[in-house]
């Protein structure tokens, strides 16, 4: 509700015509607070009346605090108080006329209304000389504007439609008639005025046909421009009206698609995501079970002199350290070849684990391919591989980087740099820098995990020291990088 004096109402029907199960044609009923004064005008049996009750039930039921049939995000005033002349009063009794008695009630609405309130009248200035009646009628609605009074009026007389369209804070509004069917489709369109098409209806009601066409010809010896002119802007009006209706319906069902879209993105995400962390999970098992093989084939050489048995557990450690722990990608960009494009053999990036493999089967519209990541066979989404348009129909040779790499001016000292790897990815590269160097008889390298928080660095001590695998370690020298380097020596 709002105190704006807009009437906003998507799709109202009349309750009355709801609770009678009737099958109602729904109508917005827009007018906002510049207009005063709405004149409806159209066939008889096309609707204006039921569109004054519609409206004075909606308003009432509003201030009671009761639902509307209509679409959501309508609006409506709070109107102070709701007047009506609506039906035959006509009393023989009270020796009332069916003039008289409209006119008693215009006078107690006159004489009672407030600004803001709500007016409906229908057929405004019947039942005497249509001039009279029609000039009556001006002058009432002039009067009621005035009063900053909302006022819904039916009516045929054509100089009331004139003057909704040539006064301000008036407004045409019709009840529309199809001109091929001869009959009305009970749709209010506001804009434009309506005709009486008193002729075709009474065609229509079954009206001897004889007498029409008599009508009509006594209807066309009159000068009928103005109402030719009317026709012809009605007929514009409706044509802009259904072309209006049908780009409503297209937007909603673009907006409706849209949103289906963004559900089904989100669901889609969220089960990428689902299935990242349980294919994720697999793979830390996979590679701590790798882990602890490489620590027992170290343990196993540990003293070993044996040269050809420490070549072959060296391979085999270099096997298993070629499957990726959590790296980053640095040249995803190179990997945009659609798993479609593959076959068996391919090189293969692995998008959700960051891993590069070697692709075991043809993909041939498959949902889980088989991949090789070292010594790993295992099964991923097929969504998640990409290929390497420079590297199809080549082996992989993308191996696990550890960032290792010479100290600067010492050849024979290998060194890890940690710094900007978070806990997990930290351990991961160090324990597979640590197997290499034993199985390389490295006898001295370097760590290097900076300052920071101290988190990497004591994870890097807390290692080296609980597994065993080192001679000693220390704080670098000061040429090192003091603290913030790890000197390791087996």
């Known amino acids: 509700m709002n105190r704006d004096s807009v009437v906003d109402l998507k799709e109202a029907r009349n309750p009355e015509l709801v609770l ?40 009432l039921m509003a201030r009671a605090g009761l639902y509307l049939p209509v679409k959501e995000h309508s609006r409506i005033p709070f109107f102070p108080k709701v007047y009506s002349d609506i039906g035959d009063d006509q009393n023989i009794q009270l020796k009332l006329s069916t003039f008289s008695a409209h006119l008693k009630k215009i006078v107690h609405i006159l004489n009672h209304v407030d600004a803001g309130s709500l007016v409906l009248l229908d057929e405004l200035g019947i039942a005497t000389d249509p001039q009279e009646g ?34 301000e804070g008036f407004l045409n509004a019709c009840t529309e008639f199809d001109l091929d069917t001869l009959s009305p489709t009970y749709r209010l369109i ?11 209806t009474a065609e229509r009601l079954g009206l001897d046909k004889s007498i029409i066409e008599q009508a009509r010809g006594l209807y066309q010896t009159k000068d009928n421009r103005a109402e030719d002119l009317l026709k012809d802007l009605t007929r514009q009006r409706l044509e802009l009206s259904r072309d209006k209706e049908e780009i409503k319906l297209e937007k909603e069902t673009t907006e409706a698609m849209a949103r289906e879209q963004r559900i ?41 002199k044996n040269l050809p048995k420490i070549r072959k557990v060296e391979r085999q450690i270099n096997s298993l350290s070629q499957v990726p ?18 076959k068996s053999g391919d090189p293969v990036l692995i998008m959700n684990l960051g891993a590069y493999g070697t692709l075991l089967e043809s993909p041939e519209g498959k949902k889980k391919l088989r991949v090789q990541m070292g010594n790993i066979n295992t099964v991923v989404d097929a969504r998640s591989l990409r290929g390497n348009p420079q590297q199809k129909g080549k082996k992989s040779e993308k191996k696990f980087s550890m960032n290792v790499q010479a100290e600067s001016g010492n ?36 760590i290097i995990h900076g300052h920071g928080m101290g988190k990497i660095k004591s994870l890097v001590r807390s290692y080296l020291e609980k597994s065993g695998l080192c001679k000693q370690f220390m704080a670098g020298a000061r040429h090192e990088g003091g603290d913030g380097v790890t000197v390791v020596e087996f």
């Open 325 to 342: 722990l959590s790296s980053k990608v640095e040249d995803a960009k190179e990997w945009s070849l659609p798993v479609e494009e593959l």
């Open 264 to 304: 089904l993105t989100h669901r889609m995400r969220e089960e990428e995501k689902d299935f990242q962390k349980s294919k994720n999970k697999k793979l830390q098992l996979e590679v701590r079970a790798g882990k602890a093989e490489i620590q027992k084939m170290i343990q196993e050489i540990k003293g070993e």
């Open 190 to 200: 506001f804009g434009a005025p309506g005709q009486s098409a008193a002729l075709d």
């Open 134 to 167: 029609a000039a009556l009628a001006e002058a009432i609605l002039l009067n009621l504007k005035n009063k900053d009074v909302m006022t819904l009026v039916s009516t045929h007389y054509f100089s009331l439609k004139v003057l909704a369209q040539t006064q």
């Open 411 to 446: 050849d024979s000292v290998a060194s890890c740099d940690l710094r900007g790897m978070n806990s997990e990815e930290a351990g991961e590269v160090m324990e597979a820098f640590i197997s290499r160097a034993i199985v390389q008889k490295a006898q001295r390298v370097l």
């Open 20 to 59: 009678d199960g009737e099958n109602v044609v729904p109508n917005d009923i827009e007018w906002d607070g510049y207009i005063k004064v709405v004149i409806i005008s159209g066939p008889n049996t096309g609707g204006k009346t039921v569109t004054l009750k519609t409206l004075g039930l909606l308003a």
